[in-house]
């Protein structure tokens, strides 16, 4: 048998205990020795992995819900509505407190009733403003001023013939007049708590539409005409696509509707919180 490797032992070496403390064998550790595997808190039943707030039945994942703010077993549950929320949303029986949005139709007309289908909720129809027959108007007032002048002139001149095609001259503009009113009759801007409408045309019908969802952004211009006349025109955009109904021009009260299309996209609990409302209000006040 060799001798062991390193120098001699010297008791009097002065690196002799720094050399016995770094050569010293790490102590093993049991479970049921010491703080550092056993029942304290570093892997140990207390609160690291234990039945509280952890991974147990506590508050951050238990079984209650309460971390995620909903019962799991009852499912979504519909947001409450409170009274003071809805206090300016709609007027009361004597019409006493102010309204932010125009009151609602009851039913569609039997021109929109035919573009919806049975689980949408109709929410209103506007016809453009009056404004929008400026240029008709304008051209039946001046044709009937002009021709009846000039078949007036040509009466006393004795030429039948130009004062007969002066007459039938007023008569288009008038008829063209009326189509035009006809077809601004025909046009309606329609809101559901799905999608807006856009439905215009007398002979060739046109039906735009866009749902609500889509809508990514919207605006309203109005002219200085337009604020003092109280009409404008909405621009609707849709994740930057074109799309059939981006622009409606001079539809009435723009500021009253904006806060209706808005509140759809945005509150639609608030809309059927209100609607609901009023409707037991009309029921009691014809009850008395």
């Known amino acids: ?46 609160p690291s992995f234990s039945d509280d707030a952890g991974y147990g039945d506590g508050p951050a994942y238990a079984g209650e819900g309460r971390a995620w703010g909903r019962d799991p077993e009852a499912g979504y ?26 009151p609602l139709e009851d ?54 013939a130009l004062t007969t095609i002066a007459v039938l001259l007023w008569f288009a ?19 559901t708590n799905k999608r807006v409408m856009v439905v215009n045309g007398i002979v060739t019908r046109k039906v735009a539409m866009m749902p609500l969802a889509r809508v990514t952004d919207m605006k309203y211009e109005q002219t200085p005409t337009g604020r003092a006349l109280n009409y404008g025109t909405f621009v609707l955009e849709s994740a ?19 806060l209706r299309v808005v509140e759809e996209m945005y509150e639609p609990q608030a809309v059927e919180a209100r609607l609901g409302k009023e409707a037991d209000e009309a029921k009691a006040d014809d009850g008395a």
């Open 173 to 191: 503009a008038m008829g063209w007049v009326a189509w035009k009113v006809a077809d601004w009759w025909y046009d309606r801007f329609i809101l």
């Open 107 to 160: 039913e569609p007309s039997s021109l929109v009733a035919r573009y919806l289908f049975p689980t949408e909720r109709y929410r209103g129809e506007w016809k453009r403003h009056w404004i929008h027959l400026t240029t008709p108007i304008i051209v039946g007032v001046a044709a009937t001023f002009v021709l009846g002048y000039l078949s007036g002139f040509l009466a006393g001149q004795d030429v039948g």
């Open 77 to 102: 549950q519909q947001p409450v509505i409170s009274e003071e929320e809805l206090a300016g949303l709609r007027s009361d029986s004597q019409g006493m407190a102010p309204r932010r949005v125009l």
């Open 240 to 258: 930057g696509q074109e799309q059939a109904l981006r622009e409606i021009k001079n539809l009435p009260n723009p500021n009253e509707l904006y």
């Open 1 to 46: 048998m060799g001798s062991p490797s390193g120098p001699p032992f010297d008791p009097d070496d002065p690196g002799r205990d720094r050399r016995e403390r770094d050569t010293e064998p790490i102590p093993r550790y049991r479970p049921d020795e010491g703080p550092g595997y056993g029942s304290g808190a570093g892997l140990s039943n207390g």
